[in-house]
């Protein structure tokens, strides 16, 4: 909750770093999942995702509408193409990337995203 020190002015800042924080987050577990090799583990990464994405949104579009946001659909746009974004980047990568150099990348963004999962939640 915002304290009276911190009047309206700087709310809009707050709301915009939400969406830039959490694009990032839905970037990263989007890349999680288009470099997932088998359909199983794709499967639960991609169940992490559906599970709280929809209280992500929410949770965006109730600061920004706070905020004073009059272009809501248009952050929650700019929200929801961010995944697709990160699937096609991690599917690209998945493809370019062969070997050790392969599982090192897919490792490295199942931490990123478990990691993300952690923090926001």
Known sequence: MLGRDEGPTRR????????????????????????????????LVMLGILFHKGSAAFALIVTAHAAGNRALWQTLALFSVMTPVGIVIGTVAGQVFEGRTALVFEGSFNALAAGTFIYCQ
Do not use: C, D, K, R
């Open 12 to 43: 809009p800042f707050y709301a915009f770093v939400l969406l830039i924080v959490l694009s990032v987050h839905s970037t990263i577990a989007g890349m999680a999942l288009g470099l997932q090799p088998e359909a199983a583990a794709a499967l």
